[in-house]
């Protein structure tokens, strides 16, 4: 089936960078588009398909039309949405998005789970987001902090993050104690000045209004009137997690972010998020937003190296549970006996002499 789409208006930004907007738009949806002249998409394919991109082309035109402008990268975002659910349209993504202030900083939601990670951190007192990298969990979660903070919904600000991951440790880093963790919570702050300006940042850390610090420094606390974030939180332990749960006082909200894939702890150690996700599942004040790769808004390759690093676990999975049914136990390592007269080569060292 063949039809043609009206676009009078915002013809490049449909397109994209390196038309990368029409190539997953007709990826996702299985067609082919051709610019007709009159700035006018001829669109052919499956008929049910068709219809859904003329929908989804029209409401692009209207938007477009009624001064509807879509920045660098947002459609790219949206077009994901909206070619992946057939339940979700572009004009309700857009509408149901629209831009809020946090602080200097004007931000939209751009997926579906981002805006109800947002609705969910309003509307409770401790959520949880869960997904990988590049899909706003930290930017959005720092943001709705700010917001707080600046609309006297709490007094303070504590940020906060495992401080030994992926086997480093801090004691063999140069500096003090501050020197040593810093580098660990530069996201946080790196997040922070792009909300507020850095001379007024500085002086919020400086009279402890807004306190970054590593996870350990908030044994034996009670936060009232905060707004508390642990970030990383796939490398708390069990029991570093049920701490930190538990630090929660009065007009305080929490939000604990992490991505469960990738789990830095020792072998053997439960990590505190998945724990969480089994304990706490179901208590009421506390939601659950899983994202995905169809939520990341980083640079388009990330979203496919995510893809392609789940459907890898994916299949890892599958072959470890297929030998433990099968055999027991998962199979050992295979080492191969090299040949006899295979050549082995020595590398040269020069002389010490």
Known sequence: MKSSVQISRGIESLFGTRDENIRLFESELGLKTR???????????DEPQVRRAEQILEDYANLV??????????????????????????????????????????????TVNQRRYVDAIEGNDLTFGIGPAGTGKTYLAVAMAVSAYLNKRVSRIVLTR??????????????????????????????????????????????NVIEVAPLAFMRGRTLNDCFIILDEAQNTSVEQMKMVL?????????????????????????????????????????????????????HPLVQRIVKAYDRYNEMIGAGRQLALKLGGEAPPETYVEP?????????EFPSLA
């Open 246 to 298: 538990t630090r929660q006082g009065f007009n305080s909200k929490m939000v604990i972010t992490g991505d469960d894939t990738q789990i830095d702890l020792p072998a053997g150690k439960k990590s505190g998020i998945l724990n969480a996700m089994e304990v706490l599942r179901g208590v009421e004040g506390i939601a659950f937003v899983h994202f995905d790769e169809r939520d990341v808004v980083r």
């Open 162 to 207: 495992p401080a030994v991951e992926a086997g480093e440790h801090l004691g063999f880093l140069p500096g003090t104690l501050q020197e040593k963790v810093d580098p660990y919570l530069r996201p946080l702050y790196d997040a922070l000045f792009d909300m507020i300006d850095a001379d007024k940042v500085e002086k919020l850390l400086e009279k």
């Open 35 to 45: 610019l007709m002249d009159g700035d006018s998409l001829e669109i052919e394919g």
């Open 339 to 347: 040949t006899v007269d295979a050549a082995v080569e020595i590398p």
């Open 65 to 110: 039309k009624e001064g509807h402008v879509f920045n660098n990268g947002d459609l790219n975002s949206y077009m994901r949405v909206v070619t992946s659910d057939p339940n979700v349209t572009l004009r309700r993504l857009v509408e149901s998005g629209k831009s809020r202030a946090f602080g200097k900083k004007v931000l939209a939601p751009k």
